[in-house]
């Protein structure tokens, strides 16, 4: 077709090497406002990981150079893309908060040369330049990670350590402590227990003030407490028992004592008196004698519902006179009570004479509560039977009691 400035051809292209020579490129304005610019190398050491473990990096993609067999445009994008990503990414942790502040520092004129930027650039430029720029790291990021990670092993297996020798530390300090606790409890005891024993023995804190006297009857009180007042300021665990034994053993109607030391100053003496158990004549008198022959008292006539012994030769305290006092305690109170006398020539012939006349031969004083029994049974029947009969009651053998008429 014939235009009016001639037939259809195509316009002539202009020789791309000599137009770039003769013609200086003119620079676009961008077109959203950009901060001056820097160098790209500077935004990637700003990427670069510090010494603090970083969430997730990327490994470099290994990147083929233009003109090397196996590149294709494809692969080529991939590479300069998955760059420009770690490139905003690392901006974004650089002081960015989004992808568009990202994307407003770094424009496309400059992330590359001016080259990069005309109509002409293809992607195997891009892609060099891409390359370029990925050398300039200077240490892998896969490294950085690996260390980083590295370090925070070493930091969590630090603080482990810490913790194991804290509680270790703990562990044996809780067992010292309950070890220094256990002696100084033990060591506290025996100090207590030396210093009350000093105390006690030595001090006048313990000393003895009070001498108090029970149980006596016949006894005078006041004459034992003043035998026994040389023990008076003595300390209580430190007080004569030899002395005052020798001390009581002056008082014959003494039986036995018992004493009792009550801290801090008092010791308590509690007497049984000597009984007696019959009347031994004694001139116009009587003496009242206990079992072992000790003389409690003197009276002028008889007492009544006490037996009167008849030792012939004997003398108080002898083997007669202790089987005759062993044969009335046998006796039971109902019966003890009629008994008047008992006489006794040899220790294994004793009798015994009751109110109403009636005798009670006795023998020795082998199984002497079986023969009491016996007594008791037969002196019963036979108030039943012939209560106004003097009779005479063998008991001598206890198994056949006998009952006969006294002559």
Do not use: C
Not at 56 to 64: G, M, R
Not at 237 to 260: H, N, Q
Not at 349 to 375: I, M
């Amino acid at each position: 077709m014939k235009r009016p400035e001639g037939f259809d051809e195509r316009p002539a292209q202009p020789d791309a090497s000599a137009g770039d020579a003769q013609v200086p490129r003119q620079r676009r304005a961008p077109l959203i406002p950009r901060r001056p610019s820097r160098d790209p190398r500077q935004d990637v050491r700003e990427a670069q990981p510090g010494p603090a473990p970083q969430d997730a990096v990327d490994e470099p993609v290994a990147s083929t150079a233009p003109g090397e067999p196996g590149t294709s445009a494809r692969d080529r994008a991939g590479a300069f893309a998955g760059a420009a990503g770690r490139r905003l990414g690392a901006g974004l942790g650089a002081g960015f908060s989004t992808v568009k502040d990202r994307l407003r520092e770094y424009t496309p004129d400059e992330d590359h040369p001016e080259s990069l930027q005309g109509p002409d650039a293809t992607v195997e430029d891009l892609h060099a330049d891409a390359d370029r720029q990925h050398d300039d790291h200077e240490a892998p990021i896969g490294a950085g990670v690996r260390a980083a990670e590295t370090a925070r092993e070493a930091r969590v297996a630090k603080r482990r350590r810490r913790l194991l020798e804290r509680a270790e530390v703990r562990r044996f300090t809780r067992r010292s402590r309950h070890r220094r606790a256990a002696w100084i409890t033990a060591a506290s005891i025996v100090l207590v227990f030396g210093v009350s024993i000093l105390v006690a023995v030595f001090s006048p804190l313990m000393a003895l003030q009070t001498i108090e006297i029970k149980g006596t009857n016949r006894v005078d009180e006041t004459q034992l407490r003043q035998a026994l007042s040389d023990q008076l300021g003595t300390p209580l665990a430190r007080l004569d028992f030899d002395a005052i034994k020798k001390d009581i053993a002056g008082f014959p109607l003494i039986e036995s004592y018992v004493t009792e030391e009550a801290p801090p100053h008092t010791l308590v003496v509690t007497v049984t008196e000597r009984t007696p158990v019959v009347a031994v004549r004694s001139g116009k008198s009587f003496d009242l004698v206990d079992p072992a022959g000790i003389v409690v008292q003197s009276s002028p006539k008889q007492p009544a519902n006490m037996p009167v012994a008849d030792i012939g030769n004997a003398k108080l305290g002898s083997s007669v006179f202790r089987t005759m006092t062993e044969v009335v305690l046998s006796l039971p109170s109902t019966v003890r009570q009629q008994v008047t006398s008992v006489k006794a020539s040899t220790a294994d012939d004793v009798t015994l004479t009751l109110q109403d006349g009636s005798s009670v031969v006795w023998g020795n004083p082998e199984q002497s509560d079986a023969k009491a029994a016996l007594l008791a049974a037969l002196v019963k029947d036979h108030a039943a039977r012939n209560p106004g009969v003097v009779v005479e009651y063998d008991v001598s053998a206890p198994d056949n009691g006998i009952i006969r008429a006294k002559k």
